[in-house]
């Protein structure tokens, strides 16, 4: 099989799928995303902090700095826009020692250098009356007012959703393994066969790097630093209402606990090189390493809450910055797209579309479709609302997670959405359903066969994530 | 959005929420509904198809849809509004109950009184902290349960079973006999509190082994589940370096503890026992929020269905009875553990009552009496050659034993 | 002389029962702590008899029928029985206590509906 593209994009993480957007927003060429993985989001892009980082951990002048500052600002409208959930909570960067205390005087002035707004230095009492579960060691603080909490899988649905509404493809299970030049582009090499294009950009996250060093003769050299985290239900007060960093470390941003934009309490994550860029298990060892240094910053945290716990894989450059733009005629890239890059991720994706336009002379596009957000969860909606919903679809009356409170109409419209749901994480991630308490222990069944019914597929054909991740075996 | 008047909104319709709306029918209670959120009445018993339920309360053995039956049959019989489909969504401090159905759309009941019924949960691998991969093939067993019984489908082929409580051990059996293979059950405590004849008639039958002391400290597969890691735990329940030993398994089955549903009773104020996790009650059933009454595994979790269905008429009967206004008055008396007893239920009591206090044991006793005492007095025991933490203690306490006690009542275990 | 080790089934205690036979008779029985240990290990090592539940697919139906034994049947069918329930092939509807297989494997019980379908 052999398929033709004007622009291929490797990798459906959060960078893939924020250029396939701008793309196919701006530019009239095919924009075609090849994603090893069966789903939008299955990398790093699920597995992180999920914060929109303010911008003063970043050395001035390099790429993580500028990007971050700029993607930060452009948050606010892009999820607004697309409906992602997404709050400015702000953010304090604890010091608990003197040392710390240099720190983050250090980390005030680099994020003064690279032009973050508003911070300040918070001395303990007015620390403690801001965050009252803060552990009362605490010294002083960083506070970064514009730092903010994003559903980061759900912000990449909606950016694949809305490149899809304007005409990008998406191609799964498809690994690129190699690419090689031709007189009128590349030719990516993948097991069901190749793809002609006449650029390609590799974001393909923890794999990028092979890629790059096929096309470049300037080499490098990826790690993949695994982070692991606990996930805690959602309490009725959220012990803290900012994203509470620790100190850096020299392996990153240190341990944090941070509601999420959906009231969970997250905790971690640890960083650790390890060998398989794509083991995201998570270790006794590392678990207990997070609660450790949680109740550093939390000393009243218990585990009693959990919801679960997962790691994600940071593709972490030996040099420590961002390697962006052009690779070699005709290929950009986004290589050691580690932390800030879900918060830069929309300015890099502004800026090499329009560099990939202008240098391919790609003609602009015509129409361009508007963005359809999902609307407001069942969950989320008074009860005058939610007896509209149900009123204008019945399967909003129809409870199928209970408890996330999610229902049949929206999970059969996470299936439907233009890059819709295939598995049943996939339904998770969309619309949350099994992502509470009860980790799908009442929901999964019905999930299965709601999946089965969408896709036309027998329920034994089901995967909890694609590949042979079946959730049932045959028949009795 | 519709807002209805009931005299009595009954919030689940299995075993416990039936038994209560037959007993309140049964007092005169015409005004009532009963809010089920599956499609069909019964609870978890329609998913039970093993036999084992009823000894107590019918001298015969029935299976759970039979059990489930008898109640639904009953209900039908008199006339009860049993709505299926249909999920609450909210419940307040004044008896206000919002709920969804396809059919109905939203509606809000305003109810003279409410009964809990909702029943319990299984403790979710994310409870436990265990590390390992996300991959597919980890289930509770009661979700394993639900695709084999009610959808015909089987999770999986070669199992491991984690916890020896008895749905893991009726899984056990379930399994092997629908070809699986089922290679161990991993027991952490250092004794089941499954059934003894659920130890024999599903593991021993079949030879699976049971480990005590014992645990799963890894879960491997990148998609589906390939492998589980086994250790032996030290008396205070650390995996011990050296003992793993590893099983090649496409599933995981946890059978790990219930949890009452109790999200509902939380936002509607309600007390709740850390020890129980459900609500705190009096004699009559009734919550702290008054005319909430609590009954079934969503008060504290049972171990027969028989004492789940006695439990409901009693809370029946008093939701009833406070509707009539005729509640029993004045103030109650604290129920308080004693050593070896864990979550008494009631929590207090009104001492011109008959009540029947149960708890489970903390621990195992051999040739212990479980004792009641008050104002430094016996008021009751119960002797037993063994008690487990697997079989709750009923103890029936006469209204006269009470007459002049004032100060708080103490259950304890005590060993010879 | 064959020695036997059982649990008891009948309470909590789970008595480990020593049962010693001759000739398949049984002569005695020891470690029980009641007589109903002693009349359960006669029965279990003699002439051991089990309740069979399952559940069997319906033409007509989304969701299986589950069914039982009338009565227990010898623990050695067991596997005979879940065979030939799994060669069934029944058709909607079904009530509750209808017969779905008569004389399970030569052994004179039915297995029957336990609910509706």
Sequence with gaps: MQTYTDILIIGAGVVGCALARELSLRCAADVLVAERACDVAEGASKANSGIVHAGFDAKPGTEKARLNVMGARMYPAVCAELGVPYKQIGALVVAFDEADRSTIEKLLEQGEANGVPGLRIVEHDELMKMEPNLNPAAVCALEAPTSGIVSPYELVYALADHAALNGAEFLFDTEVQGLIPTAEGWRAVTADGDILCRCVVNCAGIGSAVLHNQVSDRKVELVARRGQYDVLDHPEQPPFTRTMFQCPTKMGKGVLVSPTVHGNVLLGPTAEDIPDGRDVSTTAEGLANVAEKVKLTWPGMSLRTAVTNFSGIRAHEVNGDFIVGKAAPHCWEAVGFESPGLTSSPALAAEMAQEIIASEGFGPKEKIVPPQPKGKPFNEMTPEEQAEAVARDPMNGQLICRCEVVTEAEIRAAIRRPVGARTVDGVKRRCRAGMGRCQGGFCAPRVVEILAEELGLPMTAITKGGGESRMLVGEI | ????????????????????????????????????????????????????????????????????????????????????????????????????????????????????????????????GTPGTRCAGVYTAGAAQKFVNLEGLMPGKRVVILGSGDIGLIMARRMTLQGAKVLACVELMPYSSGLNRNIVQCLQDYDIPLYLSHTVTDIRGRERLEAVTVMEVDAKRRPIPGTEQVFECDTLLLSVGLIPENELSQRAGVELSPLTSGAVVDDTLQTSVPGVFACGNVLHVHDLVDFVSDESFRAGRAAADYLKGQAPKGGTLAVRDGEGVRGVVPQKLHPDQDVTLMFRPAGVYKNASVVVEADGKEMARKRAMIFTPGEMVALPLKAEKLAGVTGDITVRMEVR | MEERVITCINCPMGCRMTVCLEN???????????????????????????MVTAVVPVQGSLMPVSVKTREPIPKKDIPACMAALHGLHLQAPIKAGDTVLPDACGSGVDVIATKSV
């Excluded at chain 2, 029918?25 to 039970?48: K, T």
């Design chain 3, 24 to 50: 398949g008779e049984v002569v005695s029985v020891s470690g029980n702590t009641c007589k109903r240990g002693d009349t359960y290990a006669r029965q279990e090592v003699t002439a051991p008899v089990r």
């Design chain 2, 1 to 128: 959005m519709n807002t209805i008047r009931k005299e009595l909104v009954i919030i689940g319709g299995g075993p416990a929420g039936l038994a209560a709306g037959i007993a309140a029918r049964e007092a005169g209670v015409e005004d009532l509904v009963i809010l089920e959120r599956e499609h069909e009445a019964g609870g978890i018993l329609r998913q039970c198809i093993h036999n084992g339920f009823g000894l107590h309360r019918y001298g015969e053995e029935l299976t759970g849809p039979e059990y489930a039956a008898r109640d639904i049959a009953k209900a039908e019989e008199l006339g009860l509004d049993i709505r299926c489909d249909t999920t609450v969504l909210s419940v307040d401090g004044d008896r206000r109950v919002t709920c969804v159905s396809r059919t109905d759309g939203l509606q809000i009941y305003e109810a003279g009184a409410i009964i809990l019924a909702m029943g319990c949960r299984e403790r979710p691998r994310g409870a436990l």
